[in-house]
């Protein structure tokens, strides 16, 4: 039996691709894949927060790739995938959110959600494994949440969308199975990024959150990034169809 060595964390010669990669989860999961030793893709729709994350993983000796794009065109998302020298690693990252309670969801709000959560997703990582699939391995990495795994208040469309993207993750793998491409989901609790803050400036809803975590602290940027870089890693060799959920133990009680 070997020895759990650092080298099993390490991203060396690797190409990775982050999704919403211009700010909060997405920005801090590309700064650690490269400090693993990896190049990054960063994909967003600013090109602006693109190039001062680039900037970041250059300075770690990394090669930085900027993908100005929308993922929610499909045609786009193919072409700059297919653009890359190879592709090791998806964070599949990109999401949104729109807080309402459900008897007041309207269509327009649950289309905008699940285009970007489920449809944006489905097919980003569709991409991204058939360029896995061609180099005979790869790691998919969904964004998910604890409302993939129980209910948040005013978050039904939220919910719906993460549910579903934990199911996709247990098909995916499924389906991948003998390709060597690992579908995994990292399922965060609350953390202060640019979508949450002004959820969490409203005392009421802070208070709801310090309650259910049974850690006395939010979740950094650091913790998300941790785990993404876990499952990216040889050191998750043996996972696959599955969630790491970072939740200050939410979803245990």
Known sequence: ???VTRDRFSLEGRTALVTGAGRGIGRACALAIAQAGADVAVMARSRD????????IEATGRRAH?????VCDRTGVEACIGDLP???VLVNNAGT???QPFLDVDEETFDRVSAI???????TAQSAARRMVAQSGGVIINMSSQAG???LPKRTVYCTTKFAIEGLTKAMAYDLRGTGVRVNTVAPTFVETPMTKPFLSDPAFKGYVDDNLLLTRLAGLDDIASAVLFLASDASAMMTGTSLVVDGGWTAH
Do not use: C, Q, W, Y
């Open 1 to 3: 039996m070997t020895g």
């Open 66 to 70: 900027v993908l100005v794009a929308d």
């Open 86 to 88: 190879r592709l090791d």
């Open 49 to 56: 927060e693109l190039e001062s994350i680039a900037s970041e």
């Open 97 to 99: 959110n729109v807080p």
């Open 117 to 123: 959560n489920i449809k944006a997703a489905f097919f």
């Open 149 to 151: 795994h129980v209910a």
